[in-house]
């Protein structure tokens, strides 16, 4: 198995974090690991969902089988990995994970921000948004308790295969 990150990076002025509520639907574009065939179709993936692998006692979170493939393909949402924090901050100039992947069979190629996203703002009263959308591929909003305007923009993101501690 394979774990893929998905890494953002994105112009932020009053916003200093940005983050996915465990329950968010990733919205992706999904191809077949070694045959190179794509989804024509967005799948959504979310850590709430469970299905059951056929001829296996394991689960995952999506499940596809590739024509003439003879197994199924599958990803997970990883939830946690130790000395990793998901999300997104506004004072590195830097791509920073938000999710991280297992993937048998299929990778992500493609991310689609559907869902509503969690950020703080920057200013010296806190103040948090649950509801921040990005389908538009930015955002922007006025923070009363600070008096300023936030808005997040230029959003970019990559996929990076990554090493998991302790897995080989």
Not at 57 to 64: Q, S
Not at 156 to 161: D, G, L, R
Request: hydrophobic letters at 35%.
């Amino acid at each position: 198995m394979v774990f893929i990150a998905l890494k953002i990076k994105a112009d932020c002025e009053g916003v200093t974090k940005l983050r996915a509520p465990k329950e968010y639907p990733w919205c992706l574009k999904v191809r077949q690991s070694d045959g190179g065939e794509e989804r024509d179709n967005e799948v959504f993936i979310c850590s709430l969902e469970s299905h059951d692998l056929t001829g296996s006692k394991g689960t995952a979170h999506f499940i596809l089988k590739w024509d003439g493939a003879k197994k199924e393909s599958y990803i997970n949402v990883v939830e946690e990995v130790k000395g990793l924090e998901f999300g997104f901050d506004s004072e590195k100039n830097e791509f920073q994970t938000i999710a991280v992947f297992e993937c048998r069979g299929m990778e992500p190629f493609a991310w689609i921000p559907k869902g509503d996203m969690i950020a703080e703002a920057t200013g010296n009263k806190s103040k948090t948004w649950n509801d921040i959308d990005l389908t538009e591929g930015e955002w922007a909003e006025y923070d009363d308790a600070n008096d300023a305007s936030v808005q997040i923009l230029d959003i970019q993101h990559k996929f990076e295969t990554i090493k998991l501690p302790g897995k080989k």
